[in-house]
């Protein structure tokens, strides 16, 4: 492999060999199956009308750097790079902005963001460009469907302990599992309508703005998986029935929202077109328009009692797996940071990673990848580490959070002076004026009462 390297003032050529050499390989090869996915479907328009893959630059992290491709104006932290014809940027270590697989703005422009900095088996690199092109969708869908969205807020006050509700989540899913796996139209046609009834009883029972949740997660990322499963070359047609587990909120979301895609492609040809073109239109009633009234398929006795007895051993399960993470987080060897605050002074998050949490209860949110907090005194960054978050008033999170809470970390360094507290830990770094720090074997507090 040959490297040509255009180096910013003061950087070492010796720095960015050794981290070529070590990691371009998986950003490169990323990159180049994305462009290839894209030739194959038209530019993306085969995949979604009017989605152009290659219009949306990418930002991909491999745990040395951040490599930026197709971005109109990188921001000058970024130095230009390139592998024999294929042009793209990079910088050493992760840029602020690249938080998770996501979308971000930098320099003016919004860019998917991929995480490739812990391997996971099984991942070919189809499926790694398939995930960076779901981002690039998320992409496509702020700029030209801004009404795609879910309010976050609501994941966090589900009510995933509910084993009637999860009951009839799970009779859901296996009535739309029947209908995708039907070879006739007309048992397909039953096992819909079937699915579609059990939903409108099911969402009668809920919270409406945990139902609207659901809603917008079925376009936002309902979708957004539809179209990364197309771009891989799988069928977007499965789904693991009764096999979720009650936390899983999101992801059984992220599974109804392709199941009835799935179903759409096969009953309305057109719906993706009707869909861009008028997108405030709700799948379902997409779906139940595309099916007609007609007969119901009915799941039988011995279908609907293993399905409540798999409801509520998936509560039970959860609720006693509650304590328990909650002990091996405050277990873990190593040191233990803790920020305390008042509610004159209380933490806002200004970024979290809602697929890496676990929602403990008693207000307590266990965030297993990254958060950002805020306040008008300082932050807390935190990337690659676990979190303990415990809210102040209604809301775990966005009523603002009073204690903070993080185990298991490397010795921090701490400076103090009178601009205020600085540390860093492993992925921790806060900065805070008007705050107190004391010191303990293996623990640090942080005091932000006035």
Not at 81 to 99: M, P, T
Not at 312 to 340: C, Y
């Amino acid at each position: 492999m040959v490297l040509a390297w255009t180096l910013g003032p003061g950087i070492a050529a010796s720095h960015y060999e050794e981290r070529a050499r070590a990691s371009t390989p998986s950003a490169i090869e990323l990159e180049r199956e994305v462009r290839r996915i894209a030739g194959q479907t038209a530019g993306g328009s085969e995949l979604w009308p009017g989605f152009e893959i290659l219009s949306h630059p990418l930002a991909v992290f491999d745990g040395s750097g951040t490599y930026l491709f197709r971005h109109p104006s990188p921001p000058e932290v970024f130095d230009a790079a390139s592998e024999e014809n294929l042009d793209f940027h990079v910088k050493s270590g992760r840029h602020e902005a690249v938080f998770a697989d996501s979308i971000a703005e930098i320099g003016d422009a919004v860019v998917a963001t991929v995480l490739i900095d812990r391997p996971e088996e099984g991942r070919s690199p189809t499926d790694l460009a398939a995930a960076a092109i779901h981002e690039a969708f998320h992409a496509h869908q702020q700029l030209n469907h801004p009404g795609w969205v879910a309010n976050v807020a609501a994941q966090f006050t589900y009510p995933a302990t509910d084993a009637r509700l999860l009951a009839l989540h799970y009779q859901e899913a296996e009535a739309f599992r029947r209908a995708n796996s039907a070879h006739g139209a007309g048992a397909a046609r039953c096992w819909t309508r079937t699915a579609l009834a059990i939903r409108d009883d099911r969402m009668s029972h809920m919270d409406p703005d945990h139902a609207q949740y659901e809603h917008g997660m079925e376009w936002l990322e309902g979708l957004a998986h539809y179209v990364e499963r197309r771009a891989a070359g799988r069928r977007p047609d499965t789904l693991a029935g009764i096999r979720f587990h009650a936390a899983q909120i999101r992801r059984r979301t992220y599974e109804l929202g392709v199941a009835q895609a799935a179903l759409l492609d096969r009953f309305d040809s057109q719906w993706k077109h009707e869909l861009a073109r008028d997108d405030q239109q709700r799948l379902g009633t997409m779906l139940a328009e595309a099916v007609g009234a007609g007969e119901r398929c009915a799941l039988d006795e011995q279908t609907l009692l293993a399905i409540e007895s798999r409801a509520e051993q998936a509560v039970e399960q959860l609720v006693m797996s509650l304590d328990d993470t909650l002990d091996t987080f405050r277990s873990r060897g190593g040191w233990r940071v803790v920020i305390t605050t008042d509610e004159d002074r209380l933490l806002f998050p200004v970024q979290i990673d809602p697929v890496n949490v676990e929602i403990l209860g008693g207000l307590k949110t266990l965030h297993t990848r990254a958060v950002r907090l805020r306040n008008s005194h300082g932050h807390l960054d935190v990337t690659d580490e676990t979190t303990l978050t415990k809210g102040a008033g209604a809301h775990p999170l966005f009523d603002g959070v009073q204690r903070v809470e993080l185990t298991g970390l490397p010795e921090p360094s701490v400076e103090e002076d009178y601009n205020g507290i600085r540390v860093h830990a492993g992925g921790l770094n806060l900065r805070f004026s008007d705050a107190t720090l004391s010191r303990s074997a293996n623990s640090i507090l942080i005091s932000l009462e006035p």
